[in-house]
């Protein structure tokens, strides 16, 4: 069965560095999705991606965040210079034409800020 | 108040029991409906989909949705310890940009 995969699992980044987190979505999906979990709080939107554009993104998503679709297969979430706050679980996820609500998640990437 | 409210439990049963999961909500533009099971540090897994009001069966699992309370509810049969997890409602209005707001989840544990 497709599914999202995320990479790192696990990244380690000091306060102020960039971090990449990797997304490989559904492949037939063309929608595209961050979403953020701090430990013990709700998992929150960041951000929709379609047709190599944003489509909305939430307050969290501040000009540190970016995103970008490298090529056809991936889709990267870019913090420039990290804060301590940013500490969470961060969630890819992807959804096809027509069900754009049923969405997908990956395992997600857990990004620690020292 | 919250816009999706779910009490957090845990919500502990006997195998085997009949489980009832619950949201409630205060945004009446929302139309779309999900269920997900999130075990502990893995990302969430779609269970249920549902569309505007109603009832949706898959196997073990019921979705309702009564969007005049505007409350939606997960019903599980023959609950198995496997069943134990974290359960998420999403929902989400018929917006560009499909952001899904997410209920604060409810821990469940099945009983062997």
């Known amino acids: 069965e497709p599914e999202v995969t995320q990479t790192p699992s696990h990244q380690v980044t000091q306060m102020g560095q960039e971090v990449i987190l990797r997304c490989v979505p559904i492949s037939n999906h063309l929608y595209f999705y961050w979403y953020r979990q701090i430990l013990g709080q709700k998992v929150e939107f960041l951000v929709s991606f379609y047709n190599n554009e944003i489509s909305e993104k939430s307050e969290i998503f501040d000009d540190q965040f970016s995103v970008e679709r490298p090529d056809g297969s991936n889709f990267t979430l870019k913090i420039r210079s990290t804060k301590l706050e940013d500490s969470a679980m961060y969630f890819c996820?992807?959804?096809?034409?027509?069900?754009?609500?049923?969405?997908?998640f990956g395992p997600g990437t857990r990004l620690t800020v020292l | 108040q919250k816009e999706v409210e779910q009490d957090p439990g845990p919500l502990s049963v006997p195998e085997g029991a009949i489980v009832s999961l619950n949201c409630t909500y205060s945004?009446?533009?929302?139309?779309?409906f999900m269920w997900y099971r999130q075990y502990s540090r893995k990302g969430p897994e779609l269970l249920m989909y549902?569309?505007?009001?109603g009832n949706k069966e898959d196997g073990r699992f019921t979705a309702q949705v009564d969007k005049s309370s505007k409350y939606i509810s997960l019903f599980i049969r023959d609950s198995q310890p496997s069943d134990s997890a974290t359960y998420l409602c999403?929902?989400?209005?018929?917006?560009?940009?499909?952001?899904?707001?997410f209920g604060g989840g409810t821990r469940l544990m099945v009983k062997p």
């Open positions: 945004n009446s533009a929302f139309q779309y």
């Open positions: 999403a929902m989400s209005t018929n917006n560009a940009g499909n952001m899904l707001t």
């Open positions: 996820a992807s959804s096809e034409r027509g069900r754009v609500n049923e969405q997908f």
């Open positions: 549902t569309y505007s009001s």
